[in-house]
């Protein structure tokens, strides 16, 4: 079982910055794969960036070169590193966690296991 905390949400200008924090609580963190998606308004839930559990990443098309995710397994946390933002970013951010079992990453929410409760993220024009 992994619970997720995610942190760092908040009001931002178009054009600043934000870091996302995600905090798993279980062991082996650094065998799971993880995830953030982002929810607007009235919309459907969507991939942002995702990293395996080697270290492998993938981004939405949305927030390539503009967003990047890492983690520390020391700390059994995972970032996201959001530069440039713009109002369509705005939503709230979830992080999601799977185990990890492939060497490339999961871009697909259905796949994911286990969520946080989301941050909010709203980017001003």
């Known amino acids: 079982q992994v619970q997720l905390v995610e942190s760092g949400g908040g009001l931002v200008q178009a054009g600043g910055s934000l870091r996302l924090f995600c905090i798993a609580s279980?062991?082996?963190?650094?065998?799971?794969?993880m995830g953030w998606f982002r929810q607007a308004p009235g919309k459907e839930r969507e991939f942002v960036a995702a990293i395996n559990w080697s270290g492998n990443t993938a981004y939405a098309d949305s927030v390539k070169g503009r967003f990047t995710i890492s983690r520390d397994n020391a700390k059994n946390m995972v970032y996201l590193q959001m530069n440039s933002l713009k109002p369509e970013d705005t939503a709230v951010y979830y992080c999601?966690?799977?185990?990890?079992?492939?060497?490339?990453?999961?871009?697909?929410?259905?796949?994911?296991?286990?969520w946080g409760q989301g941050t909010q993220v709203t980017v001003s024009s």
């Open positions: 279980g062991r082996a963190f650094s065998s799971y794969d």
């Open positions: 999601a966690a799977k185990w990890g079992t492939r060497n490339i990453p999961v871009i697909a929410s259905y796949e994911y296991d286990y």
